[in-house]
C-alpha cells in the first residue's frame, strides 16, 4: 500500500512538471475581468482624461467584455457591441454603430520611476473591429516593473478609448 501511494504521488508530481511550465509560460494573472464601461458623460472628450488617456469625441456603449493580463505581458481582450451611444447626442446616422475599422488596447499601469509614482500606457497594435464593435485582441505588451492597479482601455488610437475596464 505503501509503496502504491509514493508511485501515486511521483506520478501527480512528475504531471504536474510536465504541466506547469505550459501553464505558466505566459506568467500569473495581473487582472482578469468580465465587463467595460463605454465612455459618457465628462469623460467624453478631453475635458478629463484617465491617466492621461482621452476619452472619445462622442458617448460608447458596450454590450459585453472579457480580457486578462499576464504578468509578462500577454493581453488578450474581446469586445461586442462596442458602438455609439443609441441615442443622442450621437447624431441619427452614426447610433448604435461602430464607425471605426480597427480597435487597440492600451494598459495603464502605475508604476515608479527614478523612485517617483508614475503613469506608463503601452497600447497594442491596431485589431480588426466590426460595424457592430465585435472585436478581438490578442497581444503582448511591455509592462513597465512595477504594473501597479492596471487599467485596460480599449478604443481606436494609443491616445483616446471607447471602454474602460471598471
Known sequence: MKR????????????GLIVSPAASSNGPKVLEFQTMVG?????VGSANPIRGINGGGLPWQIDDAA???????????TVQGLVLLDGP????????????????AIVSCTT??????ATANVATGPFPATVTGDSTIEAQVSLPAPCLAPIVFVGPSPTAWFAITG
Not at 4 to 14: C, H, R
Not at 89 to 104: D, H, K, Q, Y
Not at 112 to 117: F, L, R
Open 4 to 15: 502504491w501511494l509514493v508511485l501515486a504521488f511521483g506520478s501527480i508530481v512528475t504531471i
Open 39 to 43: 465612455v459618457d458623460g465628462p469623460f
Open 67 to 77: 480580457g486578462e493580463l499576464s504578468s509578462s505581458g500577454k493581453l488578450e481582450v
Open 89 to 104: 447626442p450621437v447624431p441619427e446616422a452614426l447610433r448604435g454603430t461602430n464607425p471605426v475599422a480597427n480597435f487597440r
Open 112 to 117: 515608479t520611476i527614478d523612485g517617483a509614482p
